[in-house]
């Protein structure tokens, strides 16, 4: 399956390199809310999140034309984002220095966790970005908007059962997804009453 996306990346990258919007604007929609999920664990503030993953977007598509020299796309944009937000903090001043330093030092370590975190946050990218669009918007509302089951359904203009199928759906291949990530995945498996 993963040999499939990376084909299918490969492809979207060539048609975007040659100038087609429709490949900007379907990278955009398979990646931007996982990105903003991302972003937001870093700045907590889901306004900056969006407008810091499209300054990444923005960049992106003014450097269309080395498109095709990225290997793995997911990984290429949570590595920007993640930078992104960084620099975020550290302009504001809402890392110290030695925050900074630290953040710094963490980044040039190459321990087995930090490096996990990382494979772990792009093979999440990935995931979600697999998951059928109905599964993957419920599941977005509940773990990154925290709304309720009655309030998704009524979002979707779906039943509360529906709402539970479609979680159920999505939680099955995440877990098959990100099966050697467990301990992090544990998160995104809470029960929402």
Sequence with gaps: MEEIRKDNDSFVLLALQEGQEKAYDYIFRKYYKALCAQA????????????????????FWEKRHQATTIDNLASYFSFMVRNKCIDHLRKEHRLSPIEYASVEEADNQESDSILLSHEFEE??????????????????YSRF????????????????KAVEALMSRSLKV???????????????????P
């Design 40 to 59: 937001n664990a870093y700045v907590s503030d889901l306004d900056l999140s969006q407008s810091l993953v499209q300054d990444c977007f923005i960049r």
């Design 123 to 140: 093979k999440l990218i990935e995931a979600l970005s697999a998951l059928p669009e109905r599964c993957r918007t419920a599941f977005e």
């Design 145 to 160: 908007e925290n709304l309720s089951y009655p309030e998704i359904a009524k979002k979707m203009g779906i039943s509360v």
């Design 174 to 192: 995440l877990r098959k997804e990100l099966k050697d990530y467990l301990p992090a995945l544990i998160f995104l498996c809470r029960i929402i």
